[in-house]
């Protein structure tokens, strides 16, 4: 496996946790449950994801860029994480605020997939995308909660 493969498993169970939040009403162990479940996965993967590609990413020139804008919006979606968590779930403000987490996560993933994995791919060697792999899947199993 390498690091994109990796990285894909987890964006694919931040994409049916995110569908699946915005699907729920009111305040509700379902609603509870789901927002827990895509948050606990956007802050295990965000993490190894920073320290397993996008910090070994910046050592190349080509690769600052990228790094830095996608950590922008990894902080963007934990101040959404930060908003729903202070306000009430029943509330339509919530549901509001968890759609826009929702679409930010949509719109992070694509970006990735379609642009930020092909840059990258010309960056990292086979030997490296396989090691990062590795060591990020032994980073997001430390972080899941």
Known sequence: ????????????RQRRYARSLIRTRG???????????LKDEL???ETAEERC??????AFDGGVDLSRHAIAEHHEMDEM????????????????MARKLADKVHHHLEEEEQKFFQMAGKLLGEKQKTQLAGQYEKEYEAQMP
């Open 1 to 12: 496996m390498n690091i994109f493969e990796a990285l894909r498993e987890s964006h694919d």
């Open 27 to 37: 305040d509700t162990p379902k609603r509870a449950e789901a927002y827990k479940r």
């Open 43 to 45: 802050q295990a993967h």
């Open 53 to 58: 590609f996008y910090v070994p990413l910046m």
């Open 81 to 96: 994480m930060e908003a729903l968590d202070g306000t009430e779930m029943s509330s339509p403000a919530w549901l509001a």
